[in-house]
Each structure stands twice: as structure tokens, then as C-alpha cells.
């Protein structure tokens, strides 16, 4: 068990609405990364946050956004959605990945969202 | 743009045997490829990793193989056990923390 929490784990919401999913971090971690995984591919980045900061984004729209808060939880917000959202949403924590924190990225179970 | 492939989607392997798990990248700006392993419902797990200064590291029963030049690396796995049936993602980091992952390979181990 890795200690980082998603929530919820499953989600079903309708086109052009708003959504907010949630992580939190293991503990002692201060860096979070976002994943989307679509059916029957890998993870794909959609960003990373470093104390409170945003520190490396993939190639998503601004629809996609997030926040990090003091207690190194997180949140990926997702405005306007679309059908094509719909996927499992993975977030990792990790310590600094600058520090050679790579092997220490634990990811959660994820939230599985539907846009319908 | 897909920079890292995993051209098998599965794999079935004796117990006992050799399981080989092969990834491709595109990208020579990536110096760090890591092997990833995912049971259903949960999420990926670290398995082992290796620096682009590197053509081998090895931990136990996996091994993972570099080769720059062919922007090719490999997992294996000896001797293969029915508890290693999962989905495994190869992974790659450059800049930016964009760690590029492929679409997996579900490996299954018969008993």
C-alpha cells in the first residue's frame, strides 16, 4: 500500500460541465503529478507541482488545471469537459524528482471519470 | 505524438521461463527510462529503472537492457511466476518532468 489516496473513484458527469478530483499525497511527499490514462494506452503527463508551484506541464489544454495545497494535497480540475475526458485520472507523489526522487513515485489507484 | 511504443500488447509466458518485455523511443533527449508495473484497480508500481549512461541494471529476477543506438530497451524477467501477471509500462523522462509513458504490455505466466 503506498499511502496516496484519490478521490472519488468513480465519477459520471455530462459534456460542458466542471469537475474536481482529489490526491493526497504519501507522507513526506512534496511533489504531485497528474496522469490521464485513456483506454488501452499508458499515462500521459498533464502536469507536476512542487510546492504549491506548477513545475512542468504536458500538452493539455488550460481547461486542465490544478492546485497544490500546504499539506502537499492536490487537486486536477477539469472545466468545459468532453467525451474524449473521460479516462482514468492517476496522480503520484514523489519527493523532489530534481533530488533523484524518481524511484519514489507512488502512484494511486486513480479516479475512473465518464463524460457522457 | 507517441514517443515511447510498446509494439506487444501481451505476452504469455511458462512459469519458469523467460518473460521479455520490449520498448521502443524516439526521442534521444531522454536519459532516464523506468519499468512499471500495474495490477488492476490499482495504480502503477515502480519495478526498476535505468540512466541512459547505463546498457544494464539488474535487481533480482528483472534485469532491464539499454541500447541507445537502437533507442531500444528491454525488461526480463527469470525465472517468470504466475504472481508477475500484469500490465507493464515502460517509461521515459527528459526535460520538463514529462515522464512519456507506452501503452503497456499485459504479460500472463501459466502456472
Known amino acids: 500500500e503506498t499511502g496516496v489516496t484519490q478521490s472519488p473513484t468513480h465519477l459520471i458527469k455530462t459534456r460542458g460541465q466542471q469537475v474536481t478530483l482529489r490526491c493526497s499525497s504519501q507522507?513526506?511527499?512534496?511533489?504531485v503529478s497528474w496522469y490521464q490514462q485513456a483506454l488501452g494506452q499508458g499515462p500521459q503527463f498533464i502536469f507536476q507541482?512542487?510546492?504549491?508551484?506548477?513545475?512542468g506541464r504536458g500538452n493539455f489544454p488550460p481547461r486542465f488545471s490544478g492546485l497544490q495545497f500546504p499539506n502537499y494535497s492536490s487537486e486536477l480540475n477539469v472545466n468545459a469537459l468532453e467525451l474524449d475526458d473521460s479516462a482514468l485520472y492517476l496522480c503520484?507523489?514523489?519527493?523532489?524528482?530534481?533530488?533523484?526522487?524518481?524511484?519514489?513515485?507512488?502512484f494511486g489507484p486513480g479516479t475512473r471519470l465518464l463524460v457522457l | 505524438d507517441q514517443q515511447v511504443k510498446q509494439n506487444s500488447p501481451s505476452l504469455s509466458v511458462q512459469e519458469g521461463r523467460i518473460s521479455i518485455l520490449n520498448c521502443d523511443y524516439t526521442?534521444?533527449?531522454?536519459?532516464?527510462f523506468l519499468w512499471y508495473k500495474k495490477y488492476p484497480a490499482e495504480g502503477p508500481t515502480f519495478l526498476i529503472s535505468?540512466?541512459?549512461?547505463?546498457d544494464k541494471n539488474e535487481d533480482g529476477r528483472f534485469t532491464v537492457f539499454l541500447n541507445k543506438s537502437a533507442k531500444h530497451l528491454s525488461l526480463h524477467i527469470v525465472p517468470s511466476q504466475p504472481g508477475d501477471s500484469a500490465v507493464y509500462f515502460c517509461?521515459?523522462?527528459?526535460?520538463?518532468?514529462?515522464?512519456?509513458f507506452g501503452a503497456g504490455t499485459r504479460l500472463t505466466v501459466k502456472p
Open positions: 503520484a507523489s514523489s519527493l523532489d524528482l530534481l533530488a533523484g526522487g524518481l524511484e519514489t513515485q507512488y
Open positions: 507522507s513526506g511527499h512534496n511533489t
Open positions: 507541482y512542487y510546492r504549491e508551484e506548477e513545475n
Open positions: 526521442n534521444s533527449m531522454f536519459d532516464y
Open positions: 535505468i540512466s541512459s549512461i547505463k
Open positions: 517509461a521515459a523522462l527528459g526535460g520538463n518532468n514529462d515522464m512519456r
